[in-house]
């Protein structure tokens, strides 16, 4: 054990591994550098049809709308809110709920392949108002990651300065760190 590391200790060696050190840190930062980030967005009221269910029989009334690579947005409405998810497969993503409809969820794309959606949704205090109604505490962007970026889960103050940006970067961010 002791040659091995007197081995490993002699001035050629500890060259040798400092330069196989710094080749390994820079293909990391130029697959970093290699990446590029862009949005697209699924139009929530042009992109979403009825799954034709009758919704005059007491049911959740539900619909699906077209997501990206393969992936289905799907929306259950009750008496007060609106639940998202996505569907892919057997894969379910519970996006959150609202009592308002979204009007479009943007899908964080890596070199063109989606890895995250940012969604915009209410939040509400857990105690109905005195009129029976849930009551809006505040609202926030929703950043959540989809299959092998799991570990994307996040949320930003929609009332925050450059809210959109911050969400964003949020989600590149954190596409490599698991």
């Not at 081995?7 to 930062?29: A, D, E, R, T, Y």
């Not at 799954?51 to 959740?60: A, I, R, S, V, Y």
């Not at 497969?89 to 964080?108: A, C, F, H, V, Y």
Request: proline share 2%.
């Amino acid at each position: 054990m002791n040659r091995i590391i007197k081995k490993l200790l002699n001035p050629q060696s500890v060259g040798l591994l400092s330069l196989v050190f710094v080749l390994l840190i820079m293909n990391i930062g130029a697959f970093a550098q290699n990446v590029k980030f862009s949005s697209a967005y699924t139009d929530m009221k042009t992109a979403c049809k009825a799954d034709g269910k009758d919704e005059n029989n007491g049911q959740d009334v539900e619909s699906i709308c077209k997501g990206l690579s393969g992936y289905k947005v799907k929306t259950s409405t009750s008496a007060f809110f609106v639940a998202y998810r996505l569907e892919k497969g057997d894969t379910t993503i519970d996006l959150g709920r609202d009592m308002s409809p979204l009007n479009r969820i943007e899908w964080r794309l890596a070199n063109g392949k989606p890895f995250a959606v940012i969604i915009r949704l209410n939040e509400y205090a857990e105690d109905f108002g005195d009129d029976g109604r849930p009551v809006k505490t505040g609202q926030n962007l929703r950043i959540i990651g989809l299959a092998g970026s799991e570990h994307i889960d996040f949320k930003v103050a929609a009332s925050s300065a450059n809210a959109n940006a911050k969400a964003r970067k949020m989600a590149d961010s954190n596409l490599v760190k698991k």
